[in-house]
């Protein structure tokens, strides 16, 4: 599938008509994939079948002052990516996206192989993806793009590992700046190579991939949740590689339920509600409809955003240019539109007071008056659907705008794995 915002209309267009005259590695651009409905699941090509998103990585553009691997981009390179998928299925497919890329992007090639060590694969696990049934593509600037469904039998909580081989350049890259994971760089096309040795570089960012979303012929449950937010989402302050994200130990907590259920982890580092960020990407209302309510069978969103609108306000420099001073009220009005948006949608939406950040004066007012707003109008029609009390979760009782200390990471606003932990305990699962 093709998905594009409006806005990038004209420019897609014009890549469209630049990659028809342009010779990929071997043969020539792919025609687009047929349309699909992926908050359905329902697949236009193959009939009806239903996708559920297994793992996601909300797409940000560069940060320009951040030099890496985004920057550069990749030519004769191979990518490694290793991720954990909330759900399994007998069929599997990618997303990849060049949404914020300026020029169409070669993909030579691309496989997908259960993860072993590090860079390493399961040897014979490796498969090769198609798109359009070839196994290389073109994706227009400002487009995504579904590879083909695979037969591969996948678990709850199974490590993936997705391989993207680039012979010609890239440009600068759409990513994900702040995986909690490490990423893999090897110069040549290592697409089925199972070993680690040629894999030596290492990134703390995702590339290109966006999605990873399985099917089960069975299955027809609309059943998806994404938590949308921003660093404390992301996990920033957890293990790198050790999947302790809060949404990760929600995935878990209901595995040991006996009750999985697709688990989609849509935060971004330093996103804000209101304003677009430099190093946040857009703002929580500009991305909600590509972030969530599209994601492949989605039912719930759990909203927890608002904590760098609030200590952001009125920065001049770094993360915090651009935000502009804001009331309790302000930042109020934003989550109502997300409600908005999401009951429009069919979705149930949980919304989720703002944690603990050793915030003080008139940020610690705000903060306080937004979480008085989520407990109260909860059930209502003008809040949430329901709430998942994160700041009582976490709060030193002694001091209620601190984290406890045994739930803080050291920089006093993220928390630890124990914290996160707690995060998912705190998640009211009959309301999901």
Known sequence: MIDMGPKKALAVLLAGLLAASAVATGAAPPAAAAPQSPSSGVDDRAGEVFWRGAWTAAQQPLNPNVPGWAQRGF???SVRQVVRISVGG???RIRLSNLYGTAPLPLTGATIARAGAGAALHRGSQRHLTFSDRQWAQIPAGAELDSDPLLMRTSPLEKLTVTLYFARPTGRATYHSRATATSYLANGDHRVDPTAGAFTGRSGSWYFLTRVDVREDRARQRDGIVALGDSITDGYGSTPNADNRYPDELAERLVRNNTPRPVLNAGISANRVLSDSPCGGESATARFRRDVATQ????TVIVL??????????GTTGCSRGAPRITAQRLIDGHRYL?????????????ATLTPCSCVGTNEAIRNEVNRWIRSTAGTANGYDAIADFDTALANPT????LRPAYDSGDHLHPNNAGYRRMAEAIPLAKL
Request: net charge positive.
């Open 339 to 351: 409600i908005k948006w999401a009951r429009e949608r069919g979705l149930t939406v949980i919304g």
């Open 90 to 92: 007998s069929h599997v």
């Open 296 to 299: 492949s069978g989605v039912r």
């Open 75 to 77: 030519t004769g390179q």
């Open 305 to 314: 955003e608002g904590i760098n609108d609030i200590r952001s306000q009125g």
């Open 399 to 402: 001091n209620r705008h601190a």
